[in-house]
């Protein structure tokens, strides 16, 4: 499986972004989807995940109330809506794959990662 990761870009603060993540695959629909993030100097970090068909959808405390994950698996694609950014949001945005299906928030339980999507916030 490949994934595209796009919907980057630059923000005010208090502004909203939307990512998608695209997969090229025939088994897209049986994956747990995750986003992560990474930003310059730190690990990176759990975002959200949804399971296959969305029994599970986990989110970290940080993005909680202001991040919602959703999947459309008749286009093969993940998205992370972000509302009422904050410049600590700003880091690269990775999209990942588990094929699993394990609602996990530890990155090498996932076997797919996409290139990453720059987001930032300004003040």
């Known amino acids: 499986v490949q994934l595209q990761a796009s919907g980057g870009g630059l923000v005010q603060t208090g502004g909203s972004l939307r990512l998608s993540c695209k997969a090229i695959?025939?088994?897209?629909?049986?994956?747990?989807m995750g986003w992560f993030r990474q930003a310059p100097g730190k690990e990176r970090e759990f975002v959200a995940v949804r399971s296959s068909w969305g029994r599970t959808t986990l989110y970290a405390d940080s993005v909680k109330g202001r991040f919602t994950i959703s999947r459309d698996n008749a286009v093969n694609t993940v998205f992370l809506q972000m509302n009422n950014l904050k410049p600590e949001d700003t880091a690269v945005y990775y999209c990942?794959?588990?094929?699993?299906?394990?609602?996990?928030?530890?990155?090498?339980?996932?076997?797919?990662w996409g290139q990453g999507t720059q987001v930032t916030v300004s003040s």
């Open positions: 695959g025939r088994t897209f629909s049986s994956y747990a």
């Open positions: 990942a794959g588990n094929r699993a299906n394990r609602g996990s928030y530890v990155a090498s339980e996932y076997d797919y």
